[in-house]
């Protein structure tokens, strides 16, 4: 099996990722998902021959009229009684009519597409008893970005994304009018995209119907794309806190790797040895024993710049948990009976039950929710006089003209945002209905709706740290004007967070170096602009991403280290 360093390297030189049971990692379902690369199908023979021989397997014990599960049979809790053929013939596709009771907005396309995706992956093993020519359909959706239209409400995490996935397969099965996809920004129906690429109709045979909407498919692409997202807004949390400890003049000491091997917590040392990295270089920080005698400040630094590494640590090890659960996951198939080819036998299970992503994805958003309220006591403390070695109150630019009050309504806005982010931090997995379809599925996931409730955390978290950076970046500005009149910001702050400086700089239009600090009087320039602007950058993977690269690859190793 390819390493993923060996995948990354050949995705990179093709711009195709294969689809062959293979392991797919979050990067390269992000990737499909984003129409950043095309798929190709895999020609193995034996892959091939495998999902023949499982589907041909189905068909045989069908005509036998052997009871199998969603077969011959009705569905959940109405699965009592064995159907005539004729019956199983129309059963199928039914079962896409009777799911499609979805409601709400529609989901963005990247989640329809890596739900897509990881069906495939799942499919292509050949325990579904599906045909290759279905997988091949999806694939052609796929390359031809041709997007089925899923609303956001009506999946329980339980026999999978059920109502969501019926959406995607009405329409690449062409199943009328009511399904419909997007394409080329134009919304049609799948019959209608079927005849415009001289597509044939697909009749659904016994199980396939089954095989297509009894996975865990869409909460896991929901799921990548969040943590493909948390990754990058951790990095640039730390960053943020590097930028920060140096407008604050803080101390070095309780980043020293001697103290964090007395508590060996891997990602507490992680996260100590990242900050030791971040403030490389910088002539802002000091040791403890610099304490000038007589000086109006603690002799050690309060906890939220102390306890850095105790308090992210055991996020990072979160992070690294939930990224080897969400790509087993997503390599998994999770639909129901399978087909182990092996001993020729049908095995029936709960594959589909999305607990491990519901869970995975509440804890997200409590870590969200941490992070938040951490870099809320560093804001706090940057404000205020009494607490910032000397820096202007709410960091004001130019005191000397009274009426201005520097980032005060910032200030608001992220205490504003904070108890938000605390709030969506409420687990949801727990709140299972116990009496959901005819008590079959007495107990669900709830995984679906987690996994959305964390893409909301994080939409209102990049908001955050936006506001985050604003802070940092003044902060230092005016640390840096306070010690140096050339005021050259570059001599002081550490390399690695320079970076991220000069970015923010770009991405608002202010010069580096400038005359006065990034902001200066009030009415100079709206602060909601520069959220905005920031915002966008780091939604659009541009220079933040790029000015924390190194931050980003510490961080992906840190996750792959043990496997």
Request: with cysteine; hydrophobic share 40%.
């Amino acid at each position: 099996m390819r390493t993923q360093t060996q995948k990354k390297k050949d995705l990179l030189a093709s711009d195709c990722i294969e689809i062959n049971g293979d392991k797919i990692s979050i990067d390269e379902i992000v990737l499909i998902a984003n129409n950043k690369c095309e798929l190709k199908l895999t020609g193995d023979k034996k892959i091939i021959d495998k999902i023949n021989e499982s589907h041909h397997f189905i068909q045989k014990l069908s005509i036998e009229n052997k009871a199998i599960y969603g077969v011959n049979t009705g569905f959940g809790g109405m699965a009592k009684h064995i159907l005539s053929h004729e019956e199983t013939q129309t059963l199928q596709d039914n079962l896409i009519y009777f799911l499609k009771t979805g409601t709400g907005e529609y989901l963005p396309d990247k989640y329809v597409r890596g739900a897509m995706i990881i069906l495939c992956n799942a499919l292509i093993k050949g325990a579904s008893g599906i045909r290759f020519a279905i997988i091949e359909r999806y694939v052609f959706f796929l390359n031809n970005n041709i997007v089925p239209r899923v609303h956001e409400l009506g999946s329980i995490g339980a026999s999978g994304d059920l109502v969501p996935l019926s959406y995607i397969a009405g329409a690449i099965t062409e199943k009328g009018e009511c399904f419909k996809v997007l394409h080329n920004n134009i919304e049609k129906s799948g019959e209608s995209i079927c005849n415009e690429y001289n597509l044939e109709p697909i009749q659904l045979q016994p199980k396939e119907g089954l095989a297509l909407v009894n996975s865990t498919a869409m909460l896991t692409a929901i799921a990548a794309c969040n943590l493909k997202e948390l990754k990058t807004l951790f990095a640039l949390t730390l960053q943020v806190h590097a930028m920060m400890l140096q407008s604050l003049i803080a101390s070095t000491q309780p980043f020293e790797d001697f103290i964090h091997q007395q508590k060996p917590h891997e990602g507490q040392i992680f996260i100590a040895k990242t900050v030791r990295h971040l403030l490389k270089g910088s002539s802002l920080v000091r040791k403890n024993d610099e304490l000038i005698a007589g000086e109006s400040r603690l002799y050690q630094d309060r906890y939220s710049i102390r306890c850095i590494p105790q308090f992210l640590g055991p996020v990072a090890d979160g992070i690294k948990t939930i990224n080897k659960q969400i790509e087993i996951e997503a390599n998994s198939v999770t639909d129901n009976p399978l087909i182990d080819m092996d001993n020729f036998q049908l095995i029936h299970g709960g594959n589909f039950l999305g607990e491990y992503i519901a869970i995975a994805m509440d804890q997200i958003r409590q870590y969200v929710g941490l992070i938040s309220k951490h870099l809320d006591a560093q804001i706090a403390m940057l404000v205020m006089p009494e607490f910032n070695s000397g820096l202007p109150s709410s960091l004001t630019g130019n005191s000397t003209n009274q009426i201005n009050m520097g980032l005060k309504g910032l200030q608001i806005t992220a205490n504003s945002i904070m108890p938000m982010l605390l709030f969506y931090g409420n687990s949801i997995a727990d709140k299972f209905p116990t009496h959901a379809e005819q008590f079959n599925q007495n107990i669900n996931s709830q995984g679906f709706n987690s996994a959305l409730l964390t893409a909301k955390s994080i939409d209102l978290f990049r908001k955050y740290i936006s506001i985050s950076l604003i802070f940092a970046v003044q902060a230092v500005d005016l640390r840096v004007r306070k010690m140096d009149q050339d005021f050259i910001v570059e001599e002081h702050l550490s390399p690695e967070t320079y970076k991220v400086y000069k970015a923010i700089m770009q991405i608002c239009g202010k010069p580096e170096n400038g005359k006065y600090p990034f902001v200066f009087n009030d009415n100079d320039h709206p602060l909601d602009d520069y959220i905005k602007r920031i915002e966008k950058d780091i939604n659009d993977n541009g220079l933040l991403e790029e000015a924390c690269a190194d931050i980003l690859i510490n961080v992906e190793h840190f996750i792959r280290k043990s496997e």
